[in-house]
């Protein structure tokens, strides 16, 4: 499938959200006025919330607005396509973008389906807030083209405040200005309806606009209307095309220079020449979208298999990567990465943080997936913590997100070697390990702890209850975690092998490794559980294992610790349909566990974020993990590996229909039924291209110059993974019934065999 398909492929009638890679993103969780012109609900600029940006109104010569009947919607990731129509014949056609250079556009074609000539009066307005305290600045500046204004926010909120972060606007359009108006207006409705605006009563008295800029009064607070007029006249059958779009920037300058630019590529002819029918030459801004995204395709590796179903999400998924990415440098995030999500969660977050790496190393560029740890060195407190989120203006210096960094940097650089890399991730995570060392392990236990049940990124479970009945209020405890000491075993692991290998430093390198190995031991000493078959988190006060059986116990699946007398943990606990094995697994908690609930309640009240049973893709990306540990010691899992990852993707997609692929927090374990209710879509909390190439493409770099391709068996008739860059060199991988299995090494066949096999690879 070629790049310029995907966007294609991905089309459906249900979703709106339009991202462009960069600051901004449009993608209000619980829009009000996705059936009106422009972009009235919000979007973000970083974790800013920015509303009312621009809407369309036609009037008639009266003054009246004339309603508009939404009349379909179309979307794909370049682009949302909406119709509307009116009761005097008139269709306007909406192409609504987000371009590259955090720009917002609208491509609009009106058209005179009646049999009579039409005058209509184009009003394009927007509604900004000010306050008493004056920390809004407006600017009008070229106002025939387009209004700047100047804006100060409170970080997160959807208000004017304190001139703590600023930014700058431009909004206009590529149509003469018969009219203009800028009016300051004491606070009403906000809502996109052209009679409460102060022009309506303007208008109706002289038929266009005052062309003066009142954007002063006795008090300086308030809103501020401002309004671009275009008188239209449409013969029967005529149509014409025009775009209006808002820049949003840190200065008004730059927003007003990002917006002329635009412009100045869609300058119509002049007003006795404007287009009639035929082409639509507003949609230039849908094809500089589309070539965005065409471009960002092209930038990951081509997958396609007779399985419809992983094909499809696997594009889907990196859709929402890049929906989410941040590929623009700002003042507490140097280095590229991806949000976790939308709404609240449009903030570089260490727990995803991990996924994020996972999924973009496999992108022919490593920045972003280099770039998702180098923000948190960047932001690294001085005991040596990660800060749990970053935001646009400040880091949680205080709070931690437990995280699996050490691994990650392994598989990022067995993708991209780049020592350099590793040298600066070295420096920062020998700092986390000294941190942890200190204060996450002060019995000297081997073991360290989960300090409340927030950090986590589990929160409300039956596992933090067992250790303070009060955990559930977010207050202190201390739990010696699974989670937390298998991410630090791995992390000492690392450690070892970079200090060895890239390092030089033998001497620090036994150290960590003689660290490794005391976890190693701890583990398996202290938290596996011989009689009740299963690794479970510790009491620190008591020495006692804790009795909640969770899916975290099967994290050291993924590490080197285990044997073959661990494998009654996979075989007991999670293929067990009374337990871990549901519908839809896994849930976080297991089913057996007194507090679990597979509806997302949390005693007696639905929770936003309950992990007493909910399925969440994050505890799944883990949990197939585990599953293709334990099948290295156990060949009869491959299949049941493969079966889990089939079930977990197809769990993905609103009643597993194929065309409504979602990425929601969690789903129900017996239904499937994902958390509408959050408002929350595209949340990148998990991975799962990584476990697609790597599992059913069986794509598995190894250190050094090895490459591993090792398919599990999904039962496809064909696959083929194509355009993957590893270790400096091109490789195409692809199995076909009766052909077999082909591999190419810089375009020149390397491998065939006439089965499904592992091959080991040495690249040149």
């Not at 600023?166 to 207006?185: E, H, I, K, M, T």
């Not at 005693?603 to 949990?623: F, I």
Request: net charge negative; glycine share 6%; hydrophobic share 40%.
């Amino acid at each position: 499938m070629q790049p310029r398909e995907i966007d294609y492929l991905l089309r459906r009638e249900d979703k709106w959200y339009l991202g462009g890679g960069r600051h901004l993103i449009w993608a209000p969780a619980f829009p009000l006025y996705l059936d009106k012109p422009g972009f009235w609900d919000h979007a973000q600029y970083l974790d800013l919330y920015v509303s009312r940006l621009f809407t369309l109104s036609l009037v008639d010569s009266g003054g009246t607005s004339l309603p508009l009947q939404a009349a379909g919607r179309n979307w794909q990731p370049s682009h949302l396509r909406q119709s509307y129509t009116t009761a005097n014949g008139l269709i306007l056609s909406e192409e609504r973008v987000l371009l590259e250079n955090d720009v917002l556009a609208a491509a609009y074609t009106l058209t005179n389906q009646g049999n009579q000539p039409v005058t209509v009066n184009l009003m394009a307005w927007s509604y900004r807030l000010s306050n008493e305290r004056d920390v809004q600045v407006q600017r009008v500046d070229r106002v025939a083209e387009y209004f700047l204004v100047e804006e100060a926010y409170r970080r997160n909120m959807n208000q004017l405040a304190q001139p703590d972060f600023r930014l700058g606007l431009a909004f206009g359009w590529n149509l003469p200005v018969d009219s203009f108006s800028a009016q300051l207006s004491e606070t009403n409705s906000d809502q996109p309806r052209w009679e409460f605006t102060p022009f309506w009563e303007e208008f109706i008295a002289r038929g266009h606009l005052q062309n003066h800029l009142s954007i002063t009064g006795y008090t300086p607070y308030g809103a501020h209307y401002l309004g671009l007029h275009h008188r239209l006249q449409l013969s029967p059958g005529e149509s014409r095309d025009f775009t209006i779009a808002v820049a949003v920037a840190p200065t008004p300058g730059a927003a007003g220079e990002t917006l002329a630019q635009l412009m100045s590529c869609s300058a119509p002819p002049a007003s006795e020449n404007l287009a009639t029918g035929g082409e639509n030459r507003g949609s230039f801004v849908t094809t500089r979208s589309q070539t965005t995204w065409e471009r960002f395709f092209s930038s990951v590796p081509a997958f396609s298999c007779s399985d419809p179903f992983l094909e499809r999400y696997y594009w889907y998924r990196w859709y929402g990567l890049h929906l989410n990415m941040l590929q623009a440098p700002t003042l507490m995030a140097p280095y590229p990465a991806v949000f976790e999500g939308i709404s609240y969660f449009r903030r570089l977050i260490s727990y995803s943080a991990q996924c994020h790496m996972r999924e973009c190393r496999w992108m022919h560029d490593p920045a972003v997936a280099q770039g998702s740890l180098l923000n948190f060195l960047h932001n690294q407190a001085p005991d040596g913590l990660l800060p749990a989120r970053i935001q646009a203006d400040s880091a949680n210096q205080d709070f931690i997100y437990h995280a699996d960094w050490g691994d990650c940097v392994l598989e990022v650089q067995r993708v991209h070697p780049d020592n350099d890399f590793l040298r600066r991730a070295y420096t920062g995570l020998s700092r986390y390990h000294t941190y942890f060392r200190q204060f996450r392990d002060r019995e000297n236990l081997h073991l360290y702890d989960v300090l409340n049940h927030w950090e986590t990124g589990q929160e409300f479970m039956s596992r933090y209850q067992q250790v303070n009945p009060q955990a559930e209020h977010g207050g202190s405890i201390q739990l010696k975690g699974v989670d937390a000491t298998v991410y630090t075993y791995r992390l000492e692991q690392t450690l070892a092998y970079l200090a060895r290998k890239v390092m030089g430093r033998n001497a620090e390198a036994d150290s960590y490794a003689h660290h490794a190995a005391l976890t190693g031991k701890a583990i398996l000493e202290r938290m596996w559980d011989p009689e009740r078959r299963l690794f479970f988190d510790v009491d620190p006060q008591s020495g006692a294992r804790i009795t909640a059986a969770a899916a975290v116990g099967f994290y050291p699946f993924f590490t080197d610790l285990v044997g073959m007398e661990h494998l009654s943990a996979i075989h007991e606990h999670l293929l067990d349909p009374q337990r871990f094995w549901t519908p839809f697994p896994v849930p976080s908690s297991s089913a057996a566990d007194t507090l679990f609930c597979d509806e997302p309640e949390w005693q007696g009240k639905r929770h936003n974020c309950p992990w007493n049973g909910r399925t969440w893709p994050m505890t799944n990306s883990h949990t197939a993990e585990a599953l293709a540990g334990a099948a290295r010691l156990d060949h009869t899992l491959r299949p049941v590996a493969a079966d889990f990852i089939s079930r977990f993707v197809r769990m993905l997609f609103l009643q597993q229909q194929l065309a409504y692929p979602t990425s929601y927090e969690h789903y129900n374990p017996t239904t499937g039924v994902p958390c509408l209710y959050r408002g929350i879509e595209d949340y990148q909390h998990s991975w799962v291209v990584d476990l697609l190439i790597k599992y059913v493409a069986g794509l598995q770099p190894q250190n050094g110059n090895q490459i591993t391709i090792d398919p599990f068996p999904f039962n496809l008739s064909y696959f083929r993974l194509e355009r993957v860059y590893v270790k400096g060199h091109w490789l195409d991988i692809a199995w076909q019934e009766g052909d077999g299995l082909r591999i190419w090494v810089d375009g020149a066949i390397s491998v065939h065999r006439p089965t499904l096999q592992r091959v080991e690879l040495e690249l040149p």
